[in-house]
């Protein structure tokens, strides 16, 4: 298994402009979660889904950030307009999803810079 | 909601010493307790977890432990070595699949 593919794995773009994050989650996999890692504010759930349901966002920062997951091997995490603090690195992750709880596999992560 | 606070946020031990990172959290609904290492620039990769229904797991040089009375689990390294420097992160899940993670410890194995 290739385990969770995220991308790009760099992103460079100005403030005002959109970002697109892609996750292709392990197959087989029911539960997908979206985090960001800064320094300051550590690893943070923005948003995750059960059998691509969004199912809590609370941690989504505001308006400007948006995640779908049309599909079972695909999620995207939208932010617009993006600003210099949206900079950091987000991971996406995935887990079998049952009645217990189970690992979380991480993807290698986007980095994105805001300008 | 679910709060869970991780000590020390640094720490440094010589080679072939023993590290430990303890963690508090504050749901007692609480029932899955995962430990994450994370190498610079690169992902969290879980290494060791234990449910609520145990008290100890071991896995060669890793051991973690669980007190659900008082609500805290340590991740114990024995024999550290260079390359057990990383940040290790603590996290607990109770019901759905979400997680909650520490803060982190930055460790480092000096030579």
């Known amino acids: 298994d290739a385990g969770v593919i995220q991308s790009p794995r760099h992103e460079v773009t100005e403030m005002g402009q959109e970002v697109t994050l892609r996750c292709k989650p392990i197959?087989?996999?029911?539960?997908l979660f979206w985090y960001r890692q800064t320094m300051m504010r550590g690893l943070e759930l923005l948003i995750y889904?059960?059998?691509?349901?969004?199912?809590?966002d609370s941690g989504m920062p505001e308006d400007r950030f948006s995640a779908k997951m049309p599909n079972a091997s695909f999620s995207t995490l939208k932010i617009q307009p993006s600003e210099p603090r949206d900079s950091a690195v987000y991971f996406c992750a995935s887990s079998l999803g049952g009645l217990t709880q189970e690992t979380q596999y991480f993807g290698p992560g986007t980095r994105l810079l805001v300008l | 909601g679910e709060n869970v606070e991780q000590h020390p946020s640094t720490l440094s031990v010589q080679e072939g010493d023993s590290a430990v990172i303890k963690c508090t959290y504050s749901d007692s609904a609480s029932n899955y307790f995962p430990w994450y290492k994370q190498e610079l620039g690169k992902r969290p990769q879980l290494i060791i977890d234990i449910r609520s229904n145990v008290g100890e797991k071991k896995d060669q040089r890793i051991a973690v432990t669980l007190n659900k009375t008082a609500k805290h689990f340590s991740l114990h390294i024995t024999e550290t070595q260079p390359e057990d420097s990383a940040v290790y992160f603590c996290a607990n899940g109770g019901g759905g699949n979400k997680l909650t993670f520490g803060t982190g410890t930055q460790l480092k194995v000096e030579l």
């Open positions: 197959s087989g996999h029911n539960s």
């Open positions: 889904f059960n059998n691509n349901v969004p199912i809590d």
